[in-house]
């Protein structure tokens, strides 16, 4: 089973929604959801929100946090997460943000890295991330470790994520 077949049949199972507010994936995410019959039980919809503006004003990212963070930081991914959630009235929002390159990156945050972040009513994990390989390749990473950070959230609904989990706390093999 695809990863974004088991997503989807967790999220039915449970009769959860999802909504994702997608930057350097530009909207692969949501693409990948939909790509399953059926998932307009849970997917509500997405934003492409590749600029900081958008961030801002439909996702609500606080511009506090862009001046002090930047558009790639695990504090933007969380508030993407959880904005997008908010704003689209869902059970559980998804929030990537990162540098896919071939351009862009720099020493402080190279081309590669990406912050995913999945939130729910038991809080946010976030997950640090550097991929490796071509545009389109660091965007299917993307993809892939976002599928299966909403997989493992929403397996482990019982537990509280009030502080941001990161890689080694995931388990997530790259």
Aim: proline share 2%; hydrophobic share 35%.
């Amino acid at each position: 089973m695809k990863i974004e077949e088991q997503a989807g049949k967790l999220l039915k199972e449970q009769g959860r929604t999802i909504a994702c507010a997608e930057s350097c994936t530009g909207g692969l995410l949501t693409s990948r959801l939909t790509d399953i019959a059926g998932s307009s039980d849970y997917v509500m919809g997405s934003v492409v929100s590749y600029t900081n503006y958008i961030k801002e004003k439909l996702v609500g990212v606080q511009h506090e946090t862009l001046v002090a963070h930047g558009a790639v930081s695990a504090e933007t991914a969380r508030e993407m997460a959880e904005g997008i959630r908010r704003s689209i009235e869902t059970d559980v929002g998804v929030g990537i943000t990162g540098i896919a390159g071939p351009g862009g990156g720099t020493a402080a945050k190279p081309v590669g890295l990406v912050f995913i972040a999945v939130s729910g009513p038991g809080g946010t994990i976030v997950k640090e991330n550097h991929f490796h390989g071509s545009r389109t390749e660091i965007k299917r990473q993307s993809t892939e470790t976002a599928l299966k950070m909403l997989c493992f959230f929403l397996t482990k609904q019982h537990r509280s994520f009030s502080e941001p989990l990161y890689a080694d706390d995931l388990q997530i093999k790259e």
